[in-house]
């Protein structure tokens, strides 16, 4: 059963802690992304990576960490530093990063809401 | 940079309508356009996609309409049932960007028996 997983699916933290969302896809993707949504709110990009061992900021990577050590897995740490980080956070994965003219059909996990107590 | 906009944050439509969602791009050099469909605390699904040399794609019981004049685009749905109940949103891709897609802000579609 092939796709994209992430846990938990509800995260709770207090302030001031890190935490730790996982994303996993067994695709066997090159390309991976998180994106953050807000109510009313399109998606964001916060990092994605775009091969093992390498990763870009996106549009919003103030406050958040990322590693890719293996293909199949790119955990999202939000740090105490994140100022808002109340929101839905969505991994995605494509066959290989777009670029160079091309797109890659991005696919999505389920998301992670988390909340900040 | 670009931009992607919304027209309607709702829309409300008797079951077995049709439904038209639409949404506005701001940089004429974006080539690739997509429709995605988000039930609630859900992830998005592909629904339909259409490059910029086309005007219309079809799917089964959707229609993607791109008029580059205006930078527009729109999603029919036609005959809407209650599983359509979702907000969908367009998202863009510029090969001129870093390959990455600039969403819109969704319209929440409800389907009223």
């Known amino acids: 059963d092939g796709g994209i997983t992430q846990s938990p699916k509800y995260l709770f933290r207090k302030e001031g802690q890190n935490v730790t969302l996982s994303c996993e896809q067994n695709l066997n993707h090159d390309a991976m992304y998180w994106y953050r949504q807000d109510p009313g709110q399109g998606l964001r990009l916060i990092y994605y990576s775009q091969i093992v061992n390498d990763f870009q900021k996106g549009d919003i990577a103030e406050g958040y960490s990322v590693s890719r050590e293996k293909k199949e897995s790119f955990p999202l740490t939000v740090t105490s530093a994140q100022k808002n980080p109340t929101a839905f956070y969505l991994c995605?994965?494509?066959?290989?990063?777009?670029?160079?003219?091309?797109?890659?059909?991005?696919?999505f996990g389920p998301g992670t809401r988390l909340t900040v107590l | 940079g670009e931009s992607v906009g919304l027209h309607l944050p709702t829309l409300s439509v008797q079951e077995g309508d049709n439904s038209i969602i639409n949404c506005a791009y701001s940089n004429s050099a974006s080539d690739y356009f997509i429709w995605y469909k988000q039930e609630s605390g859900k992830g998005p699904q592909f629904i339909i996609d259409?490059?910029?040399?086309?005007d219309k794609r079809q799917g089964q019981r959707v229609t993607v309409l791109l008029n580059k004049t205006v930078k527009h685009l729109s999603l029919q749905i036609a005959a809407t049932q209650p599983g359509d109940s979702a907000v969908y949103f367009c998202?863009?891709?510029?090969?001129?960007?870093?390959?990455?897609?600039?969403f819109g802000k969704g319209t929440k579609l409800s389907v009223k028996p």
């Open positions: 995605a994965s494509s066959m290989v990063a777009s670029g160079q003219g091309f797109y890659n059909e991005q696919f």
């Open positions: 259409i490059r910029s040399n086309m």
């Open positions: 998202a863009v891709f510029n090969k001129g960007s870093q390959g990455n897609l600039i």
